[in-house]
């Protein structure tokens, strides 16, 4: 079983054991449902066939209540194991999810390359969808070995041999499910390189929706988006796990026809040992699907293991208030700073290397005399609140993006800093803004994300381009109000605009081109 979900099941014990105890139990009941109802079936016709007399003596009331309550056990049991089984590995990989997205997240944040956002998305999909698979079958697992086990006893009422021959036909039906599984995990491997490839090229492609609808691209994407490559292999897998189906139903038959052979007893009882045979032999053949996802899911595991052996970083405490250096430059707590320069000299680069979402800025920065760099976003987000240029907003209402910049935001606070934005007039807190705000315009979106800075209560603001987008007058406006807001929080700004309104609000410019010269006499 999966070891990255030892701890997650930890939580779910419960639910397994009981989970387990009813995969056991339906496993018996179904194995003496179908030995009695064999010999029930079988003895009654003897009795008819022996005459008036047998019959009133033939005692059908037991072996009936026996049937009936070994039918309902089944389907309580088969339900108590779905939905035991299934509820702890929801629960255990939703936890497993969250982990491995906060991972995966703070590496990227600390300049750990997460790859292509559609392989990830195959690795938060279709490998976790394995390791769930693999904890519902450890509680399946329970009910194939009490199933087999109890079938050979049940077949041991037929004598010796008929014993010896089940005992030795199960173990020949794992050897060659063992034996036929190890030749998958090349298969498997292909199949989920293809799944991957194929969702990563989906990612990419989906990006430029409106391009594509424009100048009708879907025809040409979707011909490229066809996999020969993919189809192929999941063939050839399916294939393969076919075959082992087929040996487990080939073995299953031979092994009831050689214990018919080799039985010892009336009739009634060669029934209820065939019947019960069938029964043990089919949830015993369950468990050659455990065989062939088991590597599977080993490979699995290892993608996902490689993504959470992200290590989080455990940055130095900042003060409540830190200076901060910029490009040989120092500012006291609350200095207003305006990063200029021409459009890609490199602004934006600097403002998110401060921020620590990005470690490509050539100048010299320090935080608390910390270099960003080292601190990462875990050791800078206590004391920046950034608004980047693309503004992004969730899929959601506007009280829900608000809700983002910290815990415990009540409605008035809320709508104290919409009113800072002049955003108060867009729509209501309740009004749902589509995915990625996309009910507003672009300057709505930067008002709202504007808002939303300005209730994280951080000692720096970071904006980039805040009032791009935005007619004069409005910007006017938000320029009076953040400026008021401003003085009365004592909040620092690290400004990027090329509006000359918005630019006022800064008392000291830095120039962002970068100077070797400068950085080397730091």
Same mark, same amino acid.
């Given at each position: ?10 939580? &779910?014990k ?17 194995i ?6 064999g010999?029930?079936?079988v003895?009654?016709?003897?009795a ?13 009331l ?11 056990t089944?389907?309580a ?6 939905m035991l089984?299934?509820?702890a590995a ?5 936890e497993?999810?969250a ?11 600390n ?14 999909g279709r ?16 009910g ?20 010896m021959?089940?005992a ?9 499910s ?21 969702q ?16 009708d691209l879907?025809?040409q994407l979707?011909a ?7 189809a ?26 050689l214990?018919?052979w080799?039985a ?13 045979a ?5 949830i015993?053949?369950?468990l050659?699907?455990?065989?062939a996802?088991?590597r &599977? ?5 290892a993608?996902l ?5 992200a290590?989080?970083?455990?940055p ?27 459009s ?5 680069r ?8 990005r470690?490509?800025?050539?100048q010299?920065?320090?935080v ?18 950034v608004?980047t ?12 993006n608000?809700?983002l ?5 009540d409605?008035?606070?809320m709508?104290r800093?919409?009113?800072v ?25 930067r ?16 904006l ?11 910007e006017?406006?938000?320029?009076q109000?953040?400026k008021?807001w401003?003085?009365q ?33 730091q």
């Open positions: 079983m999966s070891g990255l979900l030892d701890a997650p099941l930890a939580g &779910q419960r639910a397994l054991r009981w989970g387990m105890v009813c995969a056991g139990g339906a496993a018996l009941a179904a003496g449902l179908l030995g009695v109802a010999w029930f079936l003895g009654a016709g003897v008819g066939l022996a005459g008036p007399l047998a019959v009133a003596g033939f005692n059908y037991l072996p009936s209540a026996a049937i009936r309550a070994a039918a309902i089944r389907t049991g088969r339900y108590g194991e779905r089984g299934h509820r929801l629960f255990a990989l939703a497993l999810r982990q491995l997205f906060a991972r995966v997240a703070q590496g990227a944040l300049g750990r390359d997460p790859g292509r956002s559609g392989a990830m998305a195959a690795r938060f490998d976790v969808d394995l390791l769930e698979d693999a904890a519902i079958r450890r509680v399946a697992r329970v194939g070995w009490t199933g087999g086990l109890a079938g050979l006893a049940m077949v041991g009422l037929l004598g010796w041999g008929a014993a021959v089940m030795l036909g199960m173990a020949a039906m794992r050897l060659v063992h034996w036929l599984a190890a030749r998958l995990p090349a298969l498997q491997a292909q199949v989920a390189q293809a799944h991957a490839a194929a990563a090229d989906y990612a990419d492609m989906a990006g430029p929706a409106a391009d594509i609808a424009v100048y879907a025809p979707a490229a988006l066809e996999s020969s490559d993919m192929r292999a999941e063939h050839a897998l399916a294939r393969a796990e076919a075959v082992i189906t087929a040996s487990q139903t080939i073995l299953a038959s031979v092994i009831v026809a214990i018919a080799s010892q007893g009336g009739a009634p009882m060669l029934a209820l040992g065939l019947l019960a069938m029964a043990a032999l089919e015993w053949a369950g050659a699907a455990h065989d996802r088991a &599977q899911v080993r490979q699995a595991e993608r293991q490689a993504m959470e052996s290590q989080t970083p455990h130095p405490a900042l003060t409540s208030n830190p200076a901060l250096h910029i490009a040989g430059r120092d500012f006291a707590p609350g200095a207003r700073i305006l990063l200029s320069g021409p890609g000299i490199g602004k934006t600097l403002l998110e290397t401060l921020a620590g979402l470690e490509d800025a050539p010299v920065l320090r608390d005399g910390i270099d960003p760099r080292t601190l990462g976003l875990a050791g800078l987000r206590g004391t920046f609140a608004m240029q693309d503004a992004p907003l969730i899929a959601g209402s506007l009280a829900d608000l809700a910049a910290r815990p415990g935001i409605r008035a606070a709508e800093a919409l009113w934005a002049c955003a108060q007039d867009i729509v209501p807190l309740d009004q749902w803004l589509g995915g990625d705000g996309a009910r507003l315009s672009g300057g709505q979106r008002r709202v994300a504007l808002a939303r800075v300005l209730l994280a209560g951080r000692p720096w603001l970071l980039d381009e805040p009032s791009e987008g935005l007619d004069r007058e409005t006017a406006l938000l320029c109000r953040l008021q401003l003085d929080t004592g909040t620092g700004l690290v400004l990027v605009s090329h509006r000359p309104a918005m630019a006022q609000l800064a008392a000291e410019t830095v120039n962002s081109a970068f100077r070797p010269d400068a950085a080397n006499r």
